[in-house]
């Protein structure tokens, strides 16, 4: 089992910052690509960013210029900065996370999400 805990989320007015961190754990073998999701409202959930192994990137057009991704491959975390915000990017986020975990079978892909973080921006 691979477990992602997302923390960072809250209420924040137009034009300010929260920064996300999500952590996984478990029997992790390792991560390949890292990414945020997120859904608003009666909306389907969106990409807005990934991250690979190596730091290639993937942004959303929604928010390209505003946040950034990031990741500790040693501490099996990854960041989302995110900066000018605007009502529009009010949502629940969600990390993902992709790789092989070890397990006393052998060696198995995993396809994981963190249980959410609300995202508020209001004013």
């Known amino acids: 089992q691979v477990q992602l805990v997302e923390s960072g989320g809250g209420l924040v007015q137009p034009g300010g910052s929260l920064r996300l961190s999500c952590a996984a754990s478990?029997?992790?073998?390792?991560?390949?690509?890292m990414g945020w999701y997120r859904q608003a409202p009666g909306k389907q959930r969106e990409l807005v960013a990934t991250?690979?192994?190596?730091?290639?990137?993937n942004y959303a057009d929604s928010v390209k210029g505003r946040f950034t991704i990031s990741r500790d491959n040693a501490k099996n975390t990854v960041y989302l900065q995110m900066n000018s915000l605007k009502p529009e990017d009010t949502a629940v986020y969600y990390c993902?996370?992709?790789?092989?975990?070890?397990?006393?079978?052998?060696?198995?892909?995993?396809?994981?999400w963190g249980q959410g973080t609300q995202v508020t921006v209001s004013s």
């Open positions: 993902n996370a992709v790789g092989v975990r070890r397990d006393i079978y052998g060696y198995r892909g995993f396809d994981s």
């Open positions: 991250i690979s192994s190596g730091g290639v990137t």
């Open positions: 478990g029997s992790i073998f390792s991560i390949n690509g």
